[in-house]
């Protein structure tokens, strides 16, 4: 489904759910049986937003922002994420006798985007990475795409940004990637942390829970930021 990528709209999630059949097995249609319940014989499938028209225009950073389950990572998928492929190509795989330093060619590379991802930390750069921390190891991944998109010129989609990381951190992330964008160029960050929409300088925000798209000169409140869903009645609250 596409978006108007001059103006937002309000429609909610559900007017991108798109009903498909569905077949239950023999366990399914037993355990049906047992509890008295009859299951839908459609499941709701979400259609992707449509990022092109956005990326095919000239941007620093993009972001995809929403709560779990609304799309976000289909989205990066539809633009040209292709996560399966980066791995046949070797760029999550880290040699345990090595150093994260020596996953990079060349001394100069591995310095600016280590610290582009946030992972200043000298001593670290020689450990393997293995012996990293959840956020180090986060940092030192980041730090290897983003060596092979400025490499190859091609966009850097970031599932999960900050995902694993503290609050601090992540700002001193965002702050990282700003000043890198501005070589580099085209990222997209895909998160369902609001904060980071005050953090980083971007171009434009996808917002996969109120489904629309907001420019910077529709800036919103930090309050704006700070909505949270009730799943269990769909309303949307802002604090």
Known sequence: MGIDENRGTSAPPEHR????????????????????YTPPLTQPVFEAFDLKPLIEHDFNIGIVVGSSGSGKTQALISAGFNPAEEAERGIYEWHPSFCILDHFSIAADAIQYLGAAGLNSVPQWFKPFHMLSNGEQYRAQLARRLSVAARN?????????TSVVDRTVARSLCESLNRQSLQHGKIVVATCHRDVVEWLHHDWVVDTDLNEVIRPNQRRTVSHWLVSLDEHVGTITRG
């Open 17 to 36: 759910l798109n009903p498909k059949p569905f077949t239950y097995g023999t366990t399914a249609r037993e355990t049906a049986q047992l509890f008295d």
């Open 153 to 161: 010129r091609t966009i850097l989609f970031v599932d999960e940004f």
